[in-house]
């Protein structure tokens, strides 16, 4: 699965603000994998070899990029048990842009590999959680059924990898995204990602609509036993 375009915010701006909050021992890659034992690399060109999707191509991360993305990196690590990363996350890359031809996006996965990779966007973290959770449901999701069951119209199977939009008629038939109908995996991705990384926004975002409250309880309690942070 590619990881779908967002907003394209300018990194720097957050790079201001968060440089500030960093703790005076700055998170490296070397101290992410003693703590979570998983790789963290910025060789753009190991990336591009571990996911081998035809037309992608990338570019390396800014060397005053790399600070603020380890530092999200770790709000995404610290969140899942220790033997859940173990078992279904080998490494990391961060690089700087992920191209299909010649659109942009911002994350993909291996999971062959068991790597994802994540370009440098604002929203690196709810990438991270997206592209994950198409590891973890591909070592087994026993909640298909139930979840196909809130559909209120078929996947498409298609996508042009265009922004992400919303609407009242897509949230209806139990989409969180436009996105969210391309197929089962980026509908799980995308609510997933969101409740992962912004659990009381999504949780009020979805309030006024059924079929996407009955999905948001399935990945609830999907990472029940996975996911340790507050959800």
Known sequence: MLGEPVRSYS??????????????AATTAESLKR????????????????VN?????????QSHHRPLMLTMVETFLKCYRGNVLKNNLNKIFLVGKIYVGDTEISATYSPHHKVIVLAAWQELVYFA????S????????PYKGLWMEYNGAPYKHWTNYR???????????GFYYHYSQVSFEEDFNVL????L???????????????IRGKLAIVKRFYRNIFICTF
């Open 197 to 211: 990384s912004n659990p009381v926004a999504t949780e009020e975002a979805v309030r006024p609509y059924s079929r």
């Open 163 to 173: 922004p992400m939009k919303k609407s009242v008629r897509t949230r209806k038939l």
């Open 35 to 50: 703590q979570y034992g998983i790789e963290i690399s910025f060789d753009h060109s190991a990336a591009q070899q571990a």
């Open 134 to 141: 198409s590891i973890l449901i591909q070592s087994g999701f």
């Open 192 to 195: 997933a990602g969101m409740a």
């Open 129 to 132: 959680h997206h592209e994950f």
């Open 11 to 24: 990194f720097y701006l957050l790079f201001i603000v968060l440089l500030f909050s960093l703790n005076a």
């Open 53 to 61: 999707t035809y037309q992608t191509r990338m570019t390396p991360s």
